[in-house]
Each structure stands twice: as structure tokens, then as C-alpha cells.
């Protein structure tokens, strides 16, 4: 088997290290760039001689991890991205995906499951700790289909449709023909009706299928 060049993007100075010890201990891996944050990362790039992977966490200081998947696909679109984080929830987990990434790892994850994950990967497959291909699994069920109604109105729906999208209130509020001012009305009723304190609670409960 060729060897596989692996980059890493890790802020736990622990993690970090261990990842690029044991990289370079297994004798199809090695350790191209490692970094503590995805601005450093970029900084040790060769955009013309890329690692094959990137393993990525998600909060990292400075640009999130997510941030970053979207500006390596951009600059090394062929590079596959491999997440290694210890979030879980919905919303990351798909705004990862559509970022770019081809695989999603938990840490906690054993090595030699990593091991598998990075070869899989560049096999062309797309690994997932088993938690997270549930929820992605869950997420494309037929069943998935709300067993009570939404307390939201249809307008609410639009609003919350145009967060998961990622669209900003003002483009919301241009694609609903209302103003700024009426789409923060809709989005604090959404909050109370939901029991939510912030968008990211009202991205998960919908990417859930709870709304």
C-alpha cells in the first residue's frame, strides 16, 4: 500500500503530539504538517504538494475547524478531510459535511480505529464513528416525520428553513419580503415556542426532525 501523508490540525498540545507519533510509527503513514490551529496549518500548506488527509478538530482557536474545512476545499479541493472532535450534535456534524469534510470521527476513538478510518478514506470510503452514522442514517429515515404538529407557524418554518441554510436575517428577511426587525420578531417567538436560547439549539432540534 502507498504511504498515506497525513496532516493534522489539533490545539490539545497531548493530542496533537500523540497523533503525529503514532502517524509516523505505522509503516503506510506519515506526519506531513501538524498545527495547532487552522491559521497555522494554512501557514505550513504546500497548496502544490498537499497531505492526502487532514485530520481536523472543530474548536480550535481562531478559525473554527469547520471555517477551515471550507477554505482547504477551496484551495485543495482533492485533499480529503477527516473530522477527530468530541462534538456530536447535529449541527456540526452536517455543517461539517457540507463543508467538506468525507469523514467524522469522535475522539475517544481507539487508534487502531483511526488507523482504519484514514485507510478507508483513502480508499475513497467515508468513515464514521457509529454514533454519528446513526444520527446522519436517522436524518435520511422516511420515518423521520414529525408524530405531533409544529407548534411554529408557517412563516416560523420559513425563518428556521433559512438558519439550517445558514442564510443571514438579512437575507432571510429579503427572501421572506419582510424586514429585519419582523425576522428577529419570528425568531424570538421561535425561541419561546421551542424553549431555546440561540440559533444553534433551533438548527438541532430541526436537523432532528422536532420541529
Known amino acids: 500500500m502507498a504511504t498515506i501523508r497525513v496532516g493534522v490540525v489539533e490545539d490539545d498540545c497531548e493530542i496533537r503530539e500523540s497523533l503525529v507519533t503514532v502517524l ?3 509503516p503506510d503513514f506519515t506526519c506531513d504538517v501538524a498545527a495547532s490551529s487552522a491559521e497555522q496549518f494554512f501557514e505550513s500548506l504546500n497548496t502544490e504538494d498537499p ?6 478538530d472543530i474548536g480550535l482557536p481562531g478559525m473554527s475547524g469547520i471555517e477551515g474545512i471550507a477554505l482547504l476545499k477551496e484551495r485543495c479541493p482533492e485533499v480529503d478531510i477527516l473530522m477527530l472532535t468530541i462534538y456530536d450534535d447535529p449541527h456540526r456534524i452536517f455543517d461539517s459535511l457540507r463543508a467538506g469534510a468525507t469523514g467524522y470521527l469522535l475522539k475517544g ?3 487502531a480505529e483511526i488507523r482504519e478510518a484514514l485507510r478507508e478514506l483513502y480508499r475513497g470510503g467515508a468513515p464514521m464513528s457509529p454514533q454519528i452514522a446513526r444520527k446522519v442514517v436517522a436524518f435520511f429515515r422516511p420515518d423521520r416525520a414529525r ?18 441554510s445558514g442564510a443571514s436575517y438579512k437575507l432571510i428577511a429579503d427572501q421572506m419580503c419582510v424586514s429585519i426587525e419582523t425576522v428577529r420578531f419570528h425568531i424570538k417567538n421561535i425561541y419561546r415556542k421551542l424553549h ?3 440559533k ?9 426532525g422536532e420541529i
Open 109 to 111: 476513538a481507539r487508534l
Open 24 to 26: 509516523e510509527t505505522w
Open 51 to 56: 497531505p492526502d488527509i487532514v485530520l481536523m
Open 196 to 198: 431555546v436560547h440561540s
Open 200 to 208: 444553534a439549539e433551533v438548527i438541532s432540534k430541526s436537523l432532528r
Open 147 to 164: 408524530k405531533t404538529p409544529s407548534p411554529l407557524t408557517e412563516r416560523e418554518c420559513e425563518v428556521v428553513e433559512g438558519l439550517v
